[in-house]
């Protein structure tokens, strides 16, 4: 079929001087579309036709202009409805199918008149015989589609009456180019294992290839924005030589949450607003606690020890028993601290970092959920200081492509000194608070049994603030939930954290 | 972290020199206290009102909003803070804080009768003497105690505070609990005396006060507090009476405090009377009064100041810094701690507003911060490990990476659901087996997920737009209840992958099922065909088994459960536990 329509062009165009690519396809009754394909085919096999393109601004009859011409106008139909002598009651007359306009329509037109005298409103001819211009009209612009015969007036008129729109058409001018040929030559659009056997690609022609357009979207999976900058987060604590810990415990006991890390029991943290309590399973059954290091928590608490004083509160077990989804996986860390004082053989140094889910029961917005990932990372060894929890976290930052870094003081019921981070940010022109960060209380410590000159060394970050930064998002139910748009994990760049 | 407004003016007028921003800001920093926001009443105003105009009375003067340490009430206040500020710069001496002699024989007594410990057991007292107001002063007395009633006080359940005229009652006091058609006065503000129960109901409208009704509002007996003639001062923790307020006139001012926990009430008396007792005829000076308890006595306010001895070679290996002795006394001095040092010690003196320093270090923080936390030297811990992975978090790292090359998409999903989503919506059986939050704030989280199939199936009916098929997986953690358990439930590791299509495409997670046994180098598995498995349309279900148990399953999704999951293709899942394969 191309092949025929190309054949048919050509031989017109070697026949006279050019063709309208339009009235071409009206001529031969086929699809303009497959003329302009055809052209463009040709002249991508080098200057065998020239084209232009010419707009062209065309009046079209709308579906109603149809109903026009074969039923008359409205105001045409109406004025027929209305009797040579004597009158009809404008309401008679609105009430048929689109009389309100053709009544309008006849008197703007003065063929009909209101005659009010009686009360009611009679509608009477004026005028004898009438003739229905616009189905005329109409029935010209159907038929010829020719422009300029008829006052813009009338044409804007129907055009507000929606019974003509007008359109715009595409077409071209094609004529001769300077490799006319009624025999084009087509190149060769692949290399075929035939070719390569022969030789015959020595003396094919290769269509060129369109740079422009898009490859083939590859198959395969995708892996999650946020899991994969979690991966980046492993592999620096790995690189650091830290060891991961065992999070994988969404529920937990007050005891281990809060109390191991003399977190107090009347602590806001505490509160039915803060934390998601458990109704089942309700309580951590005693026996699972160690129960010296239960009795210890419990008078450092209330009496103090350790060179504490205390919170000087009564501490009651019942609240450490309390089951809770886990606020923070320093719970985890205080087990790990625990286990360290209490392995075979006492305490030796260690470096642990975890990277998972916490909860809290919290008044959700555009970047707070119920549920975040916590990066937690820390150091318990003899003598460190706040010096090297800071150079550690330099040297942390620093892998994730963060250079400058400033501390300042801050509170946090279990560690003292306690040290938010931040970050200068070049986008923001400001600092952000980018972790938190301290040293573990010896109330926390010593009741574990580990030696006095051990300290640890601990910081927190949530995974969901550097990854939201990093990809520009944000809200972060665009990142995490069942209502993420599956094209950004699809479109996702891999995620290397220090560039 | 409390967060309290200040006027910037006032602010430096108080402290005597005047900053940008900027450089109050920096201060704040060093200090460890924060600027948080720089605005005006009028413009806060308009921001509650959602930008529309404020009210032409707003002030516009600038108000300096400073976040604190939670544990620091002694700088919930101007006063407190400036204090702080100007002893950190060196501007002024740290005051030491006293008790008068009282002007009577004997102090002011104030009676807890027992009755109360049903209710609110602890009351303490306190008198401040020739007290100067002005509007300033008046207003920052009053935000205090609301700072302190929210903060220490938890919304004043454990601590409330009732200040009044001491002129217009008649000591002593007695603090008693009576049933509240008992207690009858005019409450603050209030046109007329009415019943504590009349009362009750008057507050139930009351936007500020109807928080607290609940605190006593079931106890059969209410607290009280009445002077020698049975002249009502207060009811606590809602309101104080209208006869003993204070007004800018006031002089002589006696601070009630009624506690269900005694050591906050004392804190919260220590800071109260710190902070304004400035403004006495006899600046930082107390009137102490006598309260008796179960026939004990116990004079307050405590405004106890401790002695603690802390070693400099320890401050300095914690800090990380090589100070003197003498140059340790210097930084605690400027933290508004008393310092004397000796040959290799520091005896520290520890003033009643420090009531958060509990422990040496949380003096060694203060030597930290007056040093500056910026110009400690950053060292690299010289600790040297070698580091392992959790064996199940690199397997499911490795498996992650495999199941997206065999063309699967991973979501992450919430591991909290709702009791539907776990249940009904699944066909499973409620077996009361799940995890069960008991204060969820949205029905979105009642329930700790039993499997990642809700979260999966939500994902693909939010991705309606997508072209099919979508090909999901996830590997996380889903929580079973178990007997034996440390606390009774335990996660569980577990794989969950889906297709959905035009076709229910059974081979396709039958095909995963298998790559994912190849993955893992497991060939011992087998399917088991299972008519009974809830999720699934019968007859296209089986129970994979492998190492010699039940370790999933898979199938075509039933259609009631493509129905309660708003989708309209057949879905093939696959679902199944990790650790009883590695």
Same mark, same amino acid.
């Given at each position: 079929?191309?092949?025929?329509?190309?054949?048919?062009?050509?031989?017109?165009?070697?026949?006279?001087?050019?063709?309208?690519?339009?009235?071409?396809?009206?001529?031969?009754?086929?699809?303009?579309?497959?003329?302009?394909?055809?052209?463009?085919?040709?002249?991508?096999?080098?200057?065998?036709?020239?084209?232009?393109?010419?707009?062209?601004?065309?009046?079209?009859?709308?579906?109603?202009?149809?109903?026009?011409?074969?039923?008359?106008?409205?105001?045409?139909?109406?004025?027929?409805?209305?009797?040579?002598?004597?009158?009809?009651?404008?309401?008679?007359?609105?009430?048929?199918?689109?009389?309100?306009?053709?009544?309008?329509?006849?008197?703007?037109?003065?063929?009909?008149?209101?005659?009010?005298?009686?009360?009611?409103?009679?509608?009477?001819?004026?005028?004898?015989?009438?003739?229905?211009?616009?189905?005329?009209?109409?029935?010209?612009?159907?038929?010829?589609?020719?422009?300029?015969?008829?006052?813009?007036?009338?044409?804007?008129?129907?055009?507000?009456?929606?019974?003509?729109?007008?359109?715009?058409?595409?077409?071209?001018?094609?004529?001769?180019?300077?490799?006319?040929?009624?025999?084009?030559?087509?190149?060769?659009?692949?290399?075929?294992?035939?070719?390569?056997?022969?030789?015959?690609?020595?003396?094919?022609?290769?269509?060129?290839?369109?740079?422009?357009?898009?490859?083939?979207?590859?198959?395969?999976?995708?892996?999650?924005?946020?899991?994969?900058?979690?991966?980046?987060?492993?592999?620096?604590?790995?690189?650091?030589?830290?060891?991961?810990?065992?999070?994988?415990?969404?529920?937990?006991?007050?005891?281990?949450?809060?109390?191991?890390?003399?977190?107090?029991?009347?602590?806001?943290?505490?509160?039915?607003?803060?934390?998601?309590?458990?109704?089942?399973?309700?309580?951590?059954?005693?026996?699972?606690?160690?129960?010296?290091?239960?009795?210890?928590?419990?008078?450092?608490?209330?009496?103090?020890?350790?060179?504490?004083?205390?919170?000087?509160?009564?501490?009651?077990?019942?609240?450490?028993?309390?089951?809770?989804?886990?606020?923070?996986?320093?719970?985890?860390?205080?087990?790990?601290?625990?286990?360290?004082?209490?392995?075979?053989?006492?305490?030796?140094?260690?470096?642990?970092?975890?990277?998972?889910?916490?909860?809290?029961?919290?008044?959700?917005?555009?970047?707070?959920?119920?549920?975040?990932?916590?990066?937690?990372?820390?150091?318990?060894?003899?003598?460190?200081?706040?010096?090297?929890?800071?150079?550690?976290?330099?040297?942390?930052?620093?892998?994730?492509?963060?250079?400058?870094?400033?501390?300042?003081?801050?509170?946090?019921?279990?560690?003292?000194?306690?040290?938010?981070?931040?970050?200068?940010?070049?986008?923001?022109?400001?600092?952000?608070?980018?972790?938190?960060?301290?040293?573990?209380?010896?109330?926390?410590?010593?009741?574990?049994?580990?030696?006095?000159?051990?300290?640890?060394?601990?910081?927190?970050?949530?995974?969901?603030?550097?990854?939201?930064?990093?990809?520009?998002?944000?809200?972060?139910?665009?990142?995490?939930?069942?209502?993420?748009?599956?094209?950004?994990?699809?479109?996702?760049?891999?995620?290397?954290?220090?560039? | 972290?409390?967060?309290?407004?200040?006027?910037?003016?006032?602010?430096?007028?108080?402290?005597?020199?005047?900053?940008?921003?900027?450089?109050?800001?920096?201060?704040?920093?060093?200090?460890?206290?924060?600027?948080?926001?720089?605005?005006?009443?009028?413009?806060?105003?308009?921001?509650?009102?959602?930008?529309?105009?404020?009210?032409?009375?707003?002030?516009?003067?600038?108000?300096?909003?400073?976040?604190?340490?939670?544990?620091?009430?002694?700088?919930?206040?101007?006063?407190?803070?400036?204090?702080?500020?100007?002893?950190?710069?060196?501007?002024?001496?740290?005051?030491?804080?006293?008790?008068?002699?009282?002007?009577?024989?004997?102090?002011?007594?104030?009676?807890?009768?027992?009755?109360?410990?049903?209710?609110?057991?602890?009351?303490?007292?306190?008198?401040?003497?020739?007290?100067?107001?002005?509007?300033?002063?008046?207003?920052?007395?009053?935000?205090?105690?609301?700072?302190?009633?929210?903060?220490?006080?938890?919304?004043?359940?454990?601590?409330?505070?009732?200040?009044?005229?001491?002129?217009?009652?008649?000591?002593?006091?007695?603090?008693?609990?009576?049933?509240?058609?008992?207690?009858?006065?005019?409450?603050?503000?209030?046109?007329?005396?009415?019943?504590?129960?009349?009362?009750?109901?008057?507050?139930?409208?009351?936007?500020?006060?109807?928080?607290?009704?609940?605190?006593?509002?079931?106890?059969?007996?209410?607290?009280?507090?009445?002077?020698?003639?049975?002249?009502?001062?207060?009811?606590?923790?809602?309101?104080?009476?209208?006869?003993?307020?204070?007004?800018?006139?006031?002089?002589?001012?006696?601070?009630?405090?009624?506690?269900?926990?005694?050591?906050?009430?004392?804190?919260?008396?220590?800071?109260?009377?710190?902070?304004?007792?400035?403004?006495?005829? %006899?600046?930082? =000076? #107390? !009137?102490? &009064?006598?309260? @008796?308890?179960?026939?004990? +006595?116990?004079?307050?306010?405590?405004?106890?100041?401790?002695? %603690?001895?802390? =070693? #400099? !070679?320890? &401050?300095?290996? @914690?800090?990380?810094?090589? +100070?003197?002795?003498?140059?340790?006394?210097?930084?605690?001095?400027?933290?508004?701690?008393?310092?004397?040092?000796?040959?290799?010690?520091?005896?520290?003196?520890?003033?009643?507003?420090?009531?958060?320093?509990?422990?040496?270090?949380?003096?060694?923080?203060?030597?930290?911060?007056?040093?500056?936390?910026?110009?400690?030297?950053?060292?690299?811990?010289?600790?040297?490990?070698?580091?392992?992975?959790?064996?199940?978090?690199?397997?499911?790292?490795?498996?992650?990476?495999?199941?997206?090359?065999?063309?699967?998409?991973?979501?992450?999903?919430?591991?909290?659901?709702?009791?539907?989503?776990?249940?009904?919506?699944?066909?499973?059986?409620?077996?009361?087996?799940?995890?069960?939050?008991?204060?969820?704030?949205?029905?979105?989280?009642?329930?700790?997920?039993?499997?990642?199939?809700?979260?999966?199936?939500?994902?693909?009916?939010?991705?309606?737009?997508?072209?099919?098929?979508?090909?999901?997986?996830?590997?996380?953690?889903?929580?079973?209840?178990?007997?034996?358990?440390?606390?009774?439930?335990?996660?569980?590791?577990?794989?969950?992958?889906?297709?959905?299509?035009?076709?229910?495409?059974?081979?396709?997670?039958?095909?995963?099922?298998?790559?994912?046994?190849?993955?893992?180098?497991?060939?011992?598995?087998?399917?088991?065909?299972?008519?009974?498995?809830?999720?699934?349309?019968?007859?296209?279900?089986?129970?994979?088994?492998?190492?010699?148990?039940?370790?999933?399953?898979?199938?075509?999704?039933?259609?009631?459960?493509?129905?309660?999951?708003?989708?309209?293709?057949?879905?093939?899942?696959?679902?199944?536990?990790?650790?009883?394969?590695?």
């Amino acid at each position: 079929m191309s092949g025929s329509l190309e054949e048919l062009i050509l031989n017109s165009l070697s026949e006279g001087l050019e063709l309208n690519t339009s009235d071409f396809a009206n001529k031969e009754g086929v699809d303009h579309q497959l003329v302009v394909g055809t052209v463009k085919s040709l002249q991508s096999l080098g200057d065998i036709v020239k084209s232009e393109q010419i707009n062209r601004r065309q009046w079209v009859v709308t579906g109603e202009g149809s109903d026009i011409i074969t039923g008359g106008s409205h105001e045409f139909n109406i004025f027929n409805k209305v009797p040579e002598t004597g009158g009809i009651p404008q309401k008679q007359l609105e009430s048929l199918p689109n009389g309100k306009i053709g009544l309008s329509k006849a008197l703007a037109n003065k063929w009909l008149r209101v005659d009010k005298s009686s009360g009611d409103a009679v509608i009477h001819r004026k005028t004898g015989e009438v003739t229905d211009d616009v189905k005329v009209i109409l029935e010209q612009l159907q038929s010829t589609s020719i422009d300029g015969v008829i006052d813009d007036k009338k044409l804007n008129d129907l055009k507000r009456r929606k019974l003509i729109k007008q359109i715009e058409t595409k077409s071209y001018s094609v004529s001769k180019g300077s490799e006319f040929t009624l025999n084009p030559v087509r190149p060769e659009t692949d290399l075929s294992p035939e070719m390569i056997a022969s030789g015959a690609w020595k003396n094919l022609r290769f269509k060129p290839y369109n740079f422009d357009a898009l490859g083939l979207p590859v198959s395969g999976g995708h892996l999650h924005p946020l899991l994969k900058v979690r991966t980046q987060f492993r592999q620096i604590f790995l690189e650091m030589g830290f060891s991961e810990m065992p999070t994988n415990a969404f529920v937990d006991s007050s005891f281990w949450n809060f109390d191991a890390l003399f977190q107090p029991q009347l602590h806001p943290a505490r509160d039915q607003h803060d934390t998601f309590f458990l109704a089942d399973p309700a309580t951590t059954p005693v026996d699972s606690l160690p129960p010296a290091y239960l009795a210890r928590v419990a008078s450092v608490h209330s009496e103090g020890g350790y060179g504490s004083l205390g919170y000087q509160s009564p501490w009651r077990l019942d609240e450490a028993r309390k089951n809770i989804l886990r606020t923070h996986t320093t719970g985890t860390s205080a087990r790990m601290l625990y286990n360290l004082a209490n392995q075979p053989g006492g305490f030796t140094p260690a470096k642990y970092f975890s990277i998972d889910r916490v909860f809290r029961n919290e008044t959700l917005d555009a970047t707070h959920l119920a549920e975040f990932h916590q990066i937690e990372g820390l150091v318990a060894d003899y003598n460190l200081t706040l010096g090297d929890l800071m150079g550690l976290l330099q040297e942390f930052f620093k892998k994730l492509g963060i250079e400058q870094l400033r501390f300042k003081p801050a509170y946090n019921p279990y560690t003292e000194p306690s040290m938010e981070v931040f970050s200068y940010h070049n986008g923001l022109g400001k600092w952000v608070e980018v972790g938190n960060s301290g040293v573990f209380r010896p109330e926390m410590l010593l009741p574990m049994g580990l030696p006095e000159d051990v300290s640890v060394i601990a910081w927190g970050l949530s995974l969901e603030r550097p990854t939201m930064i990093k990809y520009g998002i944000n809200n972060i139910r665009d990142l995490v939930g069942h209502k993420v748009d599956l094209q950004m994990i699809y479109n996702n760049p891999i995620c290397r954290l220090d560039c | 972290m409390p967060t309290i407004n200040v006027k910037r003016d006032e602010l430096f007028r108080r402290l005597g020199t005047t900053y940008t921003d900027a450089e109050f800001d920096e201060l704040c920093f060093e200090f460890g206290i924060e600027l948080d926001e720089v605005t005006s009443e009028a413009e806060q105003i308009a921001k509650e009102h959602g930008g529309r105009a404020a009210d032409q009375s707003a002030s516009t003067s600038v108000v300096y909003k400073i976040e604190v340490p939670a544990n620091r009430y002694d700088l919930l206040c101007v006063e407190g803070i400036v204090q702080a500020i100007l002893v950190f710069l060196g501007k002024q001496p740290m005051p030491t804080y006293r008790l008068s002699t009282p002007a009577a024989p004997v102090p002011v007594t104030f009676t807890v009768a027992p009755e109360t410990s049903s209710v609110r057991p602890f009351a303490v007292g306190a008198i401040l003497r020739g007290v100067t107001l002005n509007p300033e002063r008046y207003a920052s007395f009053i935000d205090l105690q609301e700072k302190l009633h929210q903060n220490i006080g938890r919304r004043r359940t454990l601590v409330a505070i009732g200040t009044h005229d001491l002129d217009s009652v008649r000591p002593p006091f007695r603090y008693v609990a009576r049933p509240p058609d008992d207690i009858r006065f005019r409450a603050l503000n209030q046109p007329e005396a009415l019943t504590a129960t009349q009362l009750m109901r008057v507050y139930a409208t009351d936007n500020h006060l109807k928080h607290y009704l609940p605190i006593i509002l079931d106890s059969p007996v209410y607290p009280a507090i009445y002077d020698t003639d049975d002249v009502l001062l207060s009811m606590p923790p809602i309101i104080n009476s209208h006869h003993s307020r204070i007004s800018l006139a006031t002089r002589n001012i006696f601070i009630d405090i009624t506690a269900t926990d005694l050591r906050k009430a004392e804190v919260a008396l220590d800071t109260l009377v710190t902070m304004f007792s400035c403004y006495c005829e %006899e600046p930082f =000076s #107390v !009137e102490p &009064v006598r309260v @008796v308890r179960n026939g004990e +006595e116990r004079i307050y306010p405590l405004l106890t100041t401790r002695t %603690e001895s802390i =070693s #400099v !070679e320890k &401050v300095n290996k @914690v800090v990380g810094i090589s +100070e003197t002795p003498e140059g340790v006394a210097r930084l605690l001095e400027r933290m508004g701690l008393g310092a004397v040092a000796t040959s290799a010690t520091v005896s520290v003196t520890i003033p009643p507003t420090r009531a958060d320093i509990i422990h040496p270090c949380d003096i060694y923080e203060d030597v930290a911060i007056s040093y500056g936390f910026n110009r400690i030297h950053r060292t690299i811990p010289p600790t040297n490990k070698v580091a392992r992975q959790l064996p199940l978090n690199k397997l499911t790292d490795l498996l992650r990476m495999d199941l997206a090359a065999a063309g699967f998409t991973e979501t992450l999903t919430f591991a909290l659901c709702s009791r539907d989503d776990a249940g009904r919506r699944l066909r499973r059986p409620d077996r009361g087996d799940t995890a069960t939050i008991a204060n969820p704030k949205t029905a979105e989280f009642q329930v700790v997920r039993p499997s990642l199939l809700p979260g999966i199936l939500k994902t693909v009916a939010a991705s309606r737009k997508m072209p099919l098929p979508l090909k999901l997986f996830e590997i996380s953690d889903v929580v079973v209840r178990e007997h034996g358990s440390e606390t009774g439930a335990r996660n569980c590791r577990s794989l969950c992958a889906a297709y959905y299509n035009v076709t229910s495409g059974f081979e396709v997670i039958h095909g995963v099922l298998d790559r994912f046994m190849q993955l893992i180098g497991v060939s011992d598995y087998r399917l088991e065909g299972s008519d009974s498995l809830p999720p699934y349309f019968q007859g296209r279900s089986a129970l994979i088994r492998a190492r010699g148990r039940v370790v999933g399953t898979l199938g075509v999704l039933h259609p009631e459960v493509i129905h309660n999951f708003e989708l309209i293709n057949p879905c093939s899942v696959v679902e199944l536990e990790l650790e009883p394969l590695m």
